[in-house]
Nanobody
């Protein structure tokens, strides 16, 4: 099993980024998938999830700015991040929901400058 997050980078306040997660998981289309992040010096936290049926949930801090989506034909989950703020700076990871320890990959670093 491999979950490879990509698309991070350095962006200014108010900018946008689109993260991708390529998942080599069996029966991907039946999995609930999520994005998580770990800010510097802080615990990993939930960001967004998308169910197998396409339902979406967001952390309050990103609601209205981030959009999660999935492409089952490509076994890929996306996170469109708009109006980024310095407090969004973190390493972003994807995983199933609920998360499984053995599925954590390296993540992708997002840095938002003020």
């Amino acid at each position: 099993v491999q979950l490879q997050a990509s698309g991070g980078g350095l962006v200014g306040t108010g900018g946008s980024l689109r993260l991708s997660c390529a998942a080599s998981i069996s029966r991907f289309r039946f999995q609930h998938m999520g994005w998580y992040r770990q800010p510097p010096g802080a615990q990993r936290e939930f960001v967004a999830r998308i169910t197998a049926a396409g339902g979406r949930d967001y952390a309050g801090s990103v609601k209205g700015r981030f959009t999660i989506s999935r492409d089952n034909s490509e076994n890929t989950v996306y996170l469109q991040m708009n109006n980024l703020k310095p407090e969004d700076t973190a390493v972003y990871y994807c995983n199933v929901v609920p998360s499984r320890g053995e599925y954590w990959g390296q993540g992708t670093l997002v840095t938002v400058s003020s």
